[in-house]
């Protein structure tokens, strides 16, 4: 039988655990629960006041707290992550991928002298284990079985809901962990404006914007500055994360009209990203598949097109309005800002 420790941290202030870590642990209650494993929750954070959380749960808990393993840094999440996989001696390490821990965690696995798969979408409650994980740009979903314990599986943010329970104060089994040598210093956090970063991967709701924002409008003209003021704003006021068709990110190198915010990591499709949320909605795009096969995770698809006969229309979105995106958008922003205020 399977002993599972999930690998969680807690946020920038301490006083929870991340997303990513609660649905690392929803994706271990459901194993735990199906299968009889022993489940172990071990915790990195400055303090113990995010454990509460997880009282509902049932499980073992231990912890490496300490201002020292407040924020990332290599020596001490690794150092950290090493001490609570001796602590629980598991077969299986759940580990929540966000940046933090998905640094670490192949060398924690190594000097566990286990082994360590990637990208991990789903764990089944079969015996042996098996996993899931996309390859090839997500085109090929391959199910992995290994022999080798402990096996270190990073479980893709996204994939499970985030665990929620009742707080309430649990037992927190303190783990020491001897400070390693610590060469990096954390002076703070730079991350920067929201308008800035234009790429939201935990939003709502994805806003795609096609090449026909930079191409001529019914009066001959083209009007990019007015297309980008347009964007900025619908993603000011929603919070929502910014995708491009190819030819719209392609076009800067052409000489053509660009969206200056726009770039190549942008792109959603076939050669570009696959992301994930909730809702997307694509305007000036006519929809062509190598560009809505990176939709496939969207889960409510709306898209804006002058072209009644764009692939959006032939069954790729739910709801597509066959109309001008600059005067609906222009009509949405108004909306959005009146609401705020
Ligand atoms: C091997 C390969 C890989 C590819 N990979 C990708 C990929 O990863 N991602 C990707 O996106 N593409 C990819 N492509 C390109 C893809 O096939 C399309 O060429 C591209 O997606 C077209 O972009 P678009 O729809 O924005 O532009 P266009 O085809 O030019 O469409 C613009 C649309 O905007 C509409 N429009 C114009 N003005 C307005 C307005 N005012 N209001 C509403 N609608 C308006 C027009 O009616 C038109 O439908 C790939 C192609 C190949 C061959």
């Known amino acids: 039988m399977e002993t599972i420790l999930v690998l969680t941290h807690t946020d920038e202030p301490g006083a929870a655990l991340t ?25 990195v954070g400055p303090g113990t006041a995010a454990a509460d959380s997880l009282a509902s749960l049932g499980a073992r808990i231990l912890a490496v ?21 001796h602590a629980a001696q598991p077969t299986l390490v759940i580990v929540a991928a966000g940046s933090r821990f998905a640094r670490v965690a192949a060398g924690v696995a190594y000097r566990m002298g286990g082994c360590i798969d990637t990208h991990i979408t789903s764990i089944g409650a079969d015996v042996p ?17 290994r022999t080798s314990r402990p096996w270190f599986l990073l479980l893709d943010a996204g994939t499970h809901a985030a665990f929620s329970g009742a707080p309430a104060p649990v037992n927190v089994e303190q783990v020491a962990v001897p400070l390693p040598a610590l060469r990096t210093t954390v002076v703070g956090l730079r991350a920067p404006a929201q308008d800035a970063q234009t790429i939201r991967p935990d939003a709502q709701l994805l806003f795609v914007a096609g090449a026909g924002w930079t191409k001529k409008q019914p009066d001959g003209q083209i009007h990019a500055a007015e297309a980008g003021t347009i964007i900025l704003d619908f993603l000011h006021n929603t919070g929502a994360s910014l995708g491009s068709s190819k030819s719209l990110v392609d076009q800067g190198g052409e000489g053509e009209p660009v969206l200056p915010f726009l770039t190549h990591m942008n792109q959603v499709g076939q050669t570009g990203s696959t992301p994930r949320h909730a ?33 959006w229309t032939r069954g790729k979105a739910d709801v597509v309005y066959v109309a001008d995106a600059f005067k609906v958008m222009q009509k949405v922003n108004e909306l959005l800002a009146s609401s705020k205020t």
């Open 19 to 43: 997303k990513a870590s609660l649905e690392a642990v929803t994706a271990a209650r459901s194993l735990s629960e199906q299968t009889n494993a022993s489940l172990t929750i071990g915790i």
């Open 65 to 85: 707290n300490g201002e020292a393993f407040a924020q990332a840094r290599y020596a001490t999440d690794a150092a950290a992550c090493e001490a609570l996989c």
């Open 129 to 145: 284990v098996r996993v899931t994980r996309w390859f090839y740009r997500q085109r090929i979903e391959a199910t992995l079985t």
């Open 279 to 311: 809702k997307g909605l694509s305007t000036c795009c006519h929809g062509e598949e190598p560009h809505v096969v990176g939709w496939r995770f969207i889960g409510e698809r709306r898209a804006i097109s002058l072209d009644p006969n764009c692939g």
